[in-house]
């Protein structure tokens, strides 16, 4: 870390480069925007602090002694790597390079969004991703965060906001659950039925279906809570329940045969949310890496998401 009095060292060394670079202090003065005072003071201090002499007045103007040479050197390395570090900074705000940290959830994040990666860093070979797969909200500030992938209704007023793809819900069951038992005609087939959902040490809920231009609210419970959709849809794989799951975990299953939907002239409502989004802090929306993600996997997943 440095400390106060080594930055104002560099500062006073700098000064001193820029004489030496000028051949005098009047010339410095004039490069630096700085009173000719000013640079003079700057120039003895530094010599105090060394307790070194670094330059001579000679007949065609400064002379560097040998210490000063070598301090000049020094001082010289110090302005290539700062005018270097501006450069990098500069680049990494016109083309898409560095490190993207993407946060999503556990089941959509492998599901969905790790098979796309390799494509992405072909495309984009100077980024580097640090994909954060997570069941529950993360804070863009605290966990320095990019862009966090986030299911809702309505996203957060603090965050900028890219509307990906819409999320499909449905109602789904084995095929021996759903031999075994009564038929489902109706949502409120439902009530008194085991039914799976997502919600941690939540036994009870209510799902809302929509037909026709009407809404069937149906109360439901299970017996087993958890707050994973991978964990519903192996529960319903099981048998263990009938299940309301965003498409994107069960649609592999539907084709399959593994899982049945059920009531499907219904539109159902789920717990996540309708809308899936990008979300990143304001004042980043032009770095160039960001903007390439959202980009790239909006392109891939607009409207409905290859899932649906």
């Given at each position: ?83 270097h ?47 954060c ?29 890219h509307?990906?793809c ?40 209510t ?42 975990v ?11 939907r ?10 996540l ?27 891939r997943?607009?409207?409905?998401g290859?899932?649906?």
């Amino acid at each position: 870390m440095v400390n106060a009095r080594t930055f104002h060292r560099a500062r006073l060394m700098m000064t001193f480069a820029q004489i030496a670079a000028s051949g005098g202090i009047s010339a410095a003065a004039a490069a630096l925007g700085l009173d000719k005072a000013a640079v003079s003071r700057q120039l003895r201090e530094l010599e105090d602090l060394l307790d070194v002499r670094l330059m001579h007045r000679g007949a065609k103007g400064m002379v560097l002694t040998e210490v000063g040479t070598l301090v000049y050197e020094r001082a010289q390395r110090v302005i290539h790597e700062v005018e270097h570090a501006e450069i990098e900074a500069q680049a990494l705000r016109s083309l898409p390079r560095g490190v993207l940290t993407v946060s999503a959830s556990v089941a959509f994040g492998k599901l969905h969004l790790v098979p796309l990666l390799a494509d992405f860093m072909r495309l984009y070979p100077d980024i580097e991703v640090q994909l954060c797969l997570l069941d529950r909200h993360t804070d863009p500030v605290e966990e320095g965060i990019d862009v966090l992938l986030r299911l809702c209704d309505v996203p957060p007023d603090h965050l900028v906001a890219h509307h990906l793809c819409e999320m499909n819900y449905v109602v789904v069951a084995s095929p021996s659950l759903v031999q075994s038992s009564p038929p489902i005609e109706t949502p409120q087939d439902l009530e008194n039925r085991s039914c799976l959902f997502y919600g941690f040490k939540t036994r009870t809920t209510t799902w809302c279906f929509r037909h026709a231009g009407e809404t069937y609210a149906v109360p439901v419970a299970t017996r087993v809570s958890v707050n994973s959709s991978e964990a519903v849809r192996d529960f319903a794989l099981q048998a263990m329940g009938f299940a309301l799951l965003p498409c994107f975990v069960i649609a592999a299953d539907l084709r399959s045969g593994l899982l049945e939907r059920l009531l499907p002239a219904y539109e159902v409502t789920g717990q996540l949310g309708r809308n899936l989004y990008a979300l990143h802090l304001p004042g980043r929306s032009a770095s160039p890496k960001i903007k390439a993600f959202v980009d790239f996997v909006r392109a891939r997943w607009f409207p409905h998401g290859a899932w649906s």
